[in-house]
């Protein structure tokens, strides 16, 4: 079965663009969560979306938005990037809406901001 | 407020070395979630355990065991006999009640990394 995968692996991106980032959950799994890795840090939540909607949110700033589509890949985007925003972006995906923080993570998407 | 506190930034080891990872956290609610994910150099998190919080036992899963202790707010990971493919960076997570919040909203830690060293 296929883990959690996400797209692109790698993305280099100039201040001020907009950028796409995508995730595939496992199959089945109707909750998708997105994290912020700053380079030697823990992950930070983003957003969670459970059923195609937003069921919660961390503390990021309005630039950060995201959605989930009827078969339960979602996107992240980001707007007007930032340097700041550089950082590791790991989707986790799980079969609840909440499940205890229980959830498979994907290889993450690399993005650098130059 | 809630935090995961990882006082250790890096370890270092020699293989077959018995190595302990420490986690303290905050929180105020009575009913939560403990977790232990590790993160090899491919990035990608791989979950170890979740324990809830009404459940001190230790457990114990081949070579990793761990040490819950809700009167120190600590919970610990211990690799016995370490192995070069331990190498990765260990982060301890702590999540809320399921009941009380409408969403998984994971804490982790800043993480440990572990270098074991043949």
């Known amino acids: 079965d296929a883990g959690v995968t996400q797209s692109p692996t790698h993305l280099i991106k100039t201040r001020g663009q907009h950028v796409t980032l995508r995730c595939s959950p496992i199959?089945?799994?109707?909750?998708v969560s997105w994290y912020q890795q700053v380079l030697g840090q823990g992950p930070q939540f983003i957003f969670q979306y459970y059923e195609k909607e937003e069921r919660g949110r961390g503390n990021f700033p309005d630039r950060f938005s995201a959605r989930q589509f009827p078969n339960y890949s979602s996107e992240l985007n980001v707007n007007a990037l930032l340097l700041g925003d550089s950082a590791l972006y790991l989707c986790?995906?799980?079969?609840?809406?909440?499940?205890?923080?229980?959830?498979?993570f994907g290889q993450g998407t690399r993005l650098t901001v130059v | 407020a809630q935090k995961v506190t990882q006082a250790q930034t890096e370890i270092s080891v020699v293989e077959k070395e018995d190595v302990t990872l420490d986690c303290v956290y905050e929180t105020r609610d009575t009913t939560y979630y403990l977790f232990w994910y590790k993160q090899p150099p491919s990035g990608e998190l791989v979950f170890l355990i979740r324990?809830?919080?009404?459940?001190?036992q230790n457990e114990i899963s081949g070579r990793y065991s761990w040490n819950f202790q809700k009167s120190t707010s600590s919970f610990n990971f211990t690799i016995t006999a370490s192995q070069v493919v331990d190498s990765a960076v260990y982060f301890c997570?702590?999540?809320?009640?399921?009941?009380?919040?409408?969403?998984?909203?994971?804490?982790f830690g800043p993480g440990t990394s572990l270098s074991v060293i043949p």
């Open positions: 199959s089945g799994h109707k909750s």
């Open positions: 986790a995906s799980s079969f609840l809406r909440l499940s205890g923080g229980e959830a498979f």
């Open positions: 997570a702590l999540s809320t009640l399921l009941v009380k919040t409408s969403y998984d909203k994971v804490i």
């Open positions: 324990r809830n919080s009404f459940d001190e």
